[in-house]
């Protein structure tokens, strides 16, 4: 199965900032990766997909990119409803698999 | 409003079974891929299986392969997931997911269904 390993685990920041999350996959996805938004006790919700695609009505202060093996989610000026947990998933290959996450909080 | 709405978890003894559905509402059920994904307690997300639109064709995690059966039901827009010899590492909130279409990333969410597997 394909592993796919974020950084930081976690993260404190303030609002204003701009925050970037990694992803790296153990091996080439293309660019078949998918990053995801989840607060407390609430169902993640899509952000990108194809590493660098926005979801339609997600702000524009979310991007994307990379591909291979090594993403970036990137926040470029946090809100305060930004502050969560991330998660990426490739769908590259079955089984699907996510990172395990990195959780955003407040500095 | 495009919605999913899951049912039928509960507390379950080792070795016991459950069957889960999810409920679709506001797409164009028979198009699209639909997936079951889990979340442990205060642990990340799981993919636990995946099942296509028409064809019907099917994928399972490692962890619940020959223990779990997704299923659909196009008519009634449901999709299920059958578990069996349910183990205390099977205890989560589990999620139905809907892709994109296209691609296996999930656009739509439950709010998800809760197992607990407890003597």
Aim: glycine letters at 10%; proline letters at 4%; charged letters at 15%.
């Amino acid at each position: 199965a394909i592993q796919l390993t974020q950084s930081p685990s976690s993260l404190s920041a303030s609002v204003g900032d701009k925050v970037t999350f990694t992803c790296r996959a153990s091996q080439d996805i293309g660019s078949t990766l998918a990053w995801y938004q989840q607060k407390l006790g609430r169902p993640p919700t899509l952000l990108i997909y194809d590493a660098s695609t926005l979801k339609s009505g997600v702000p524009s202060r979310f991007s994307g990119s990379g591909s291979g093996t090594d993403f970036t989610l990137t926040i470029s000026s946090l809100q305060p409803e930004d502050f969560a947990s991330y998660y990426c998933q490739q769908f590259n290959t079955y089984p699907l698999t996510f990172g395990g996450g990195t959780k955003l909080q407040i500095k | 409003e495009v919605q999913l709405l899951e049912s039928g978890g509960g507390l379950v003894q080792p070795g016991g079974s459950l069957r889960l559905s999810c409920a679709a509402s506001g797409f164009n059920f028979n198009v699209y891929t639909m997936a079951w994904v889990r979340q442990a307690p205060g642990k990340g997300l799981e993919w636990v299986s995946s099942i296509s639109d028409i064809a019907g064709s099917t994928e399972y995690a490692d962890s619940v392969k020959g223990r779990f059966t997704i299923s659909r039901d196009n008519s009634k827009k449901t999709v299920h997931l059958q578990m069996s010899s349910l183990r205390a590492e099977d205890a989560a909130i589990y999620y139905c997911a809907k892709d994109i279409g296209g691609w296996d990333a999930f656009d739509v969410w439950g709010q998800g269904t809760t197992v607990t597997v407890s003597s």
